[in-house]
C-alpha cells in the first residue's frame, strides 16, 4: 500500500512560484509512475504533469514551460515547481501515484492511477 502526502501549498500573487511536494511511502518508489492532478472547484480534476519510473516527464499544455515536475527516488519525493502562476492555476492540487508502467500521453490519464494523497491548496491571486 503506498502513502501519499503532499505538501508546499499556499497563497501567492500572480506571477509568483510555489514547489509543491509528495512524499510516499510504501512498496519502492523508483518502480512508480507519479503524476500531479488538480481540481478547482465546481470543475472536474484534471492532469497536470506526471514523471515516468524512468524519468520522462509528460505536461499539460497550458502549464508547459511553466511548472517541472521532478522526482528524488532516494527522499522517496516528487516536487512540482510552478513559476509564473496565474489565477487560473488556483484548485486543490492531488499526487498520484501507480506502479504499472507509463509513457507519454498515458500518464495523463486519471483512472491509470491508483494511488492518491489528500491534496493541498494553492491560491493564486490577481
Known amino acids: 500500500q503506498v502513502q501519499l502526502v503532499e505538501s508546499g501549498g499556499g497563497l501567492v500573487q500572480a506571477g509568483g512560484s510555489l514547489r509543491l511536494s509528495c512524499a510516499a511511502s510504501?512498496?519502492?518508489?523508483?518502480?512508480?509512475?507519479m503524476g500531479w492532478f488538480r481540481q478547482a472547484p465546481g470543475k472536474e480534476r484534471e492532469f497536470v504533469a506526471a514523471?515516468?519510473?524512468?524519468?520522462?516527464?509528460y505536461y499539460e499544455d497550458s502549464v508547459k514551460g511553466r511548472f517541472t515536475i521532478s522526482r528524488d527516488n532516494a527522499k522517496n519525493t516528487v516536487r512540482l515547481q510552478m513559476n509564473s502562476l496565474k489565477p487560473e492555476d488556483t484548485a486543490v492540487y492531488y499526487c498520484a501515484a501507480d506502479q504499472t508502467p507509463k509513457y507519454g500521453s498515458s500518464m495523463s490519464r486519471l483512472r491509470e492511477y491508483a494511488y492518491w494523497g489528500q491534496g493541498t491548496q494553492v491560491t493564486v491571486s490577481s
Open positions: 510504501g512498496p519502492p518508489f523508483s518502480s512508480y509512475a
Open positions: 514523471i515516468s519510473w524512468i524519468g520522462g516527464t
